[in-house]
């Protein structure tokens, strides 16, 4: 089993946040979200997710990551393939955590299917 230390993730929604904020405390773990743009300086000034100012590591392009995590809203997905083109790599794990069951396929079909792990959020409410 390999280890997973370099962690991107692309939307910092509800899920996005509920995942970052954990990575970004997680012992061992580098996690960048990736954001450009207004976007990018927007998100560097921090962000409250649950009462708490987290601040995270947010960049455009970055080298490839253990793990990739989509956490962008269905109609996003797209863009969010382009955009984390620089972090994927050849041994890159790609997840999808958006609702619905075809967004693995989506990724897959730019990526390739031998790294798209499929998952599934529990106990997360809004």
Not at 91 to 115: A, V, W
Request: charged share 20%.
């Amino acid at each position: 089993m390999r280890t997973i230390r370099r962690v991107a993730l692309i939307g910092l929604g509800a899920i996005g946040s509920a995942y970052a904020q954990r990575l970004n405390s997680a012992q061992g773990a580098e996690l960048t979200v990736v954001a450009g743009g207004t976007r990018k300086a927007r998100l560097g000034n921090g962000v409250t997710i649950n009462g708490e100012r987290v601040f995270f590591s947010v960049a455009e392009e970055g080298p490839p990551a253990d793990l990739v995590l989509f956490c962008t809203k269905y109609h996003q997905l797209d863009q969010a393939i382009r955009d984390v083109e620089s972090f994927v790599g050849p041994d890159t794990l790609l997840l999808s955590l958006l609702n619905g069951i075809s967004g693995e396929s989506r990724i897959g079909k730019t990526y390739g299917m031998d790294n798209v792990l499929y998952g599934r959020c529990v106990g997360i409410d809004a």
